[in-house]
């Protein structure tokens, strides 16, 4: 599973949780974040935001290696050139601490919020020492897509249930002169680390181990 994660940053500049009586016309709300889908659809919506509040929603979407580095900085540097920015769930322990992130408590009432669209377990992820710190912004698994039809031609009759199967019915599908499959390779936080843990944790592997007893690694 991996998560996305829009946190306000150091220089917050107005709060998203304002109502229709509050104006911040005249404000600006700088956000870096990534160029991928459910960004690119949460930027349709910046307008009803700015006829609620008066307030204007400017977006710097970059690709997710770019994003994570121009977020490193801004954040490590206390720049104030951003108010929300996007941080993989791989990063947030980084931020965490350190004053770094603004506690969303300072302008939302948790208690009475409505939060029920959030899935729990991934927001409580983002609370530290009793501060909600961070709101996810996406949830994501993998998914396994096949074509019957290649499947029937090299004599697969379900699609695999383990990595084992999944190696064996490759094996298959490259007799019967076809490609396997295609999977992220490319070294980076955002391409093959957050998958390559359903690999290991797949065959029985472990990072640590005992999390969170011993951290040893394994």
């Known amino acids: 599973m991996r998560y996305g994660i829009l946190a306000v940053a150091f220089g917050v500049a107005v709060c998203g949780g304002a109502t229709a009586q509050q104006r911040y016309d005249g404000a600006k709300i700088k956000v870096l974040s990534t160029n991928s889908a459910y960004d690119l659809e949460l930027k349709k919506f910046a307008h009803e935001f700015t006829e609620k509040t008066g307030a204007e929603v400017q977006f710097d979407l970059f690709g997710y290696a770019p994003t994570a580095q121009k977020v490193s900085v801004e ?16 990063e947030f322990g980084r931020y965490a ?10 302008y939302i009432d948790m208690k009475s919020a409505d939060v029920q669209d959030f899935i729990a377990p991934v927001l409580r992820l983002y609370n530290k020492d009793g501060k909600q710190l961070a709101f996810p912004h996406f949830a994501a698994t993998q998914l396994l897509y096949y074509r019957a039809d290649l499947f029937e031609k090299a004599g697969i009759k379900q699609p695999p ?3 084992e199967e999944f190696r064996n019915d490759c094996d298959l ?3 019967a002169d076809i490609q396997c499959t295609a999977l992220r390779g490319q070294p980076d936080t955002g391409e093959n680390i957050w998958f390559w843990g359903q690999v290991l944790y797949g065959f029985g592997g472990k990072y640590f181990a005992d999390e969170p007893a011993d951290l040893s690694p394994r």
């Open 75 to 90: 954040l490590l540097t206390r720049s104030d050139s951003y108010d929300v920015v996007y941080l993989g769930s791989e």
């Open 173 to 175: 599908l490259r007799k």
């Open 97 to 106: 601490s350190g004053d770094i992130l603004e506690p969303l408590d300072n």
């Open 161 to 163: 249930q383990t990595w």
